[in-house]
């Protein structure tokens, strides 16, 4: 039987044995409130969260992983420009993928959805020395040709018509000191034909930290979109 | 009496009633009056740029599919073709494409542009396989083949037609490996497309493999 000091009577008084409570504790969350029972509250990582504890701590932490390609920014054409400074967006990676979707380009000679980069965070651009290389085939017939040295050209358009085109590339290299690479397939589209192409270039032995579409010719892009993703590596 | 936190991993027990309530990898906590909150650290939340739409599973049942109900919220596609297994009775089974413009009641067999340029076997050329329909694949010679591709679909549900192109390569017991590029399109002004299907134009099951469709934002 436990007693207690009674300060008035310099004695022990007996003191009841009764239950001791246990003061159970609510934790009121998003949606629900869990109890504590016998003390005991279980702290679960849901969805994309872990969790765990070591002394007087939980800590809590996010196991979703990062995706792996990351739209950045996407132009929409629509009749207004030639070229396109996209430095502000190809930031972050050290791999880009560039994707053209149904993109219109102007009647008039041989357009075409190029990149051009610069040394010096797009105050100039470089129009020379550029590497490039283009393999296409048509109904009547395949050919190669090293397009272009003053752009590396992405898409590629032969004809005056309108030309409704598609391109998926690669990046490589922007942004170290070792120049940048671009590789990657695309396709143009016409009232008589469809003309798949192979094709890129490189700019080698610069730190590129600029970078621009532009169309060679100078006429405006109509319509359809230019999407740029960074790839994690 | 202190109370437990039973975690994941480990628990951790209150001193003092006093438990520390702290934010790990990309999680971040902050507590007010009777409430603490838990907070993602990644800002913005990153949106998915490719997103799985539909996966067929090739099982030797068909040789027609209509991809129309998953085709649809987004203006580029890709797709996405693993170890798919034909037979080959007669050469030149291809995964092909065919359109609809009025949501899948008929179906487009002819107007179609379209080319590949294939490497192998020793040696490398172009090729056409018609009018009738758009190759996402093709398959070669008269035995079983295992084929794989990528190809980027664009202008789908605009007003001027629709392109497809990609790479893909194909093997087989006979003549080996041939890698190939191209594809083709339905052009038109206005031409606006609503409907698309997976076909083998020489009607014979698709036997094992994998076809994915993903949606990419733009």
Do not use: E, K, W
């Given at each position: 039987m436990p007693f207690k000091f009674n300060p008035i009577t310099n004695k022990l008084d007996l003191v009841e044995n009764g239950a001791v409570p246990t003061p159970e504790q609510d934790f009121v969350t998003d949606a629900g409130t869990a109890t504590s029972v016998s003390q005991v509250i279980n702290v679960v990582g849901g969805t994309g969260?872990?969790?765990?504890?070591?002394?007087?701590?939980?800590?809590?932490?996010?196991?979703?992983?990062?995706?792996?390609?990351?739209?950045?920014?996407?132009?929409?054409?629509?009749?207004?420009a030639s070229s396109y400074d996209i430095t502000p967006y190809v930031t972050g990676y050290s791999t880009y993928k560039f994707i053209g979707s149904a993109v219109e380009t102007p009647t008039g000679f041989n357009p075409d959805i190029s990149i051009q980069f610069s040394t010096d965070g797009g105050t100039t651009w470089i129009t020379s020395g550029y590497k490039t290389q283009f393999f296409y085939f048509t109904g009547a017939g395949s050919s190669g040709s090293n397009a272009t040295t003053n752009r590396i050209t992405g898409i590629y358009v032969n004809g005056t018509a309108t030309y409704i085109n598609q391109g998926d590339f690669?990046?490589?290299?922007?942004?170290?000191?070792?120049?940048?690479?671009?590789?990657?397939?695309?396709?143009?589209?016409?009232?008589?034909?469809?003309?798949?192409?192979?094709?890129?270039?490189?700019?080698?032995?610069?730190?590129?930290?600029?970078?621009?579409?532009?169309?060679?010719?100078?006429?405006?892009?109509?319509?359809?979109k230019f999407s740029i993703y960074g790839i994690a590596t | 009496m202190p109370l437990t936190f039973t975690t994941d991993s480990g628990t951790a027990t209150s001193l003092t009633n006093s438990i520390n309530l702290l934010g790990g990898t990309g999680v971040t906590t902050s507590g007010s009056g009777d409430t603490v909150t838990i907070t993602s650290t990644a800002t913005p939340p990153p949106t998915p740029s490719s997103v799985l739409l539909h996966t067929i599973t090739f099982n030797n049942t068909a040789f027609i599919y209509d991809l129309t109900p998953y085709v649809t919220g987004y203006n580029t596609y890709k797709f996405i073709t693993s170890a798919a297994e034909n037979i080959s009775p007669l050469a030149q089974h291809s995964i092909s494409l065919q359109f609809s413009s009025d949501g899948g009641t008929t179906w487009i067999t002819t107007g179609y542009s379209t080319l590949f340029f294939y490497a192998g076997g020793g040696g490398f050329n172009q090729f056409s396989p018609g009018t009738s329909m758009i190759p996402l694949c093709v398959l070669n010679g008269t035995v079983n083949n295992l084929c794989s591709s990528e190809n980027l679909l664009t202008g789908y549900g605009g007003n001027k037609g629709a392109t497809v192109n990609g790479s893909w390569i194909v093997g087989n017991s006979s003549s080996g490996i041939s890698t190939q590029m191209g594809g083709g399109d339905l052009f038109g002004n206005p031409l606006t497309l609503n409907g698309l299907r997976l076909n083998n134009p020489q009607s014979t099951n698709f036997i094992a493999g994998k076809f994915s469709i993903y949606g990419i934002t733009t």
């Open positions: 969260i872990s969790t765990t504890g070591v002394g007087d701590t939980v800590t809590i932490n996010s196991t979703a992983s990062a995706p792996a390609m990351v739209l950045l920014h996407t132009i929409t054409f629509n009749n207004t690669i990046m490589t290299g922007y942004g170290s000191s070792s120049g940048a690479i671009i590789q990657g397939t695309c396709a143009t589209s016409f009232s008589t034909d469809y003309v798949p192409q192979i094709l890129g270039g490189y700019y080698f032995g610069a730190t590129l930290n600029g970078i621009r579409i532009i169309n060679g010719p100078g006429t405006n892009y109509i319509s359809g | -």
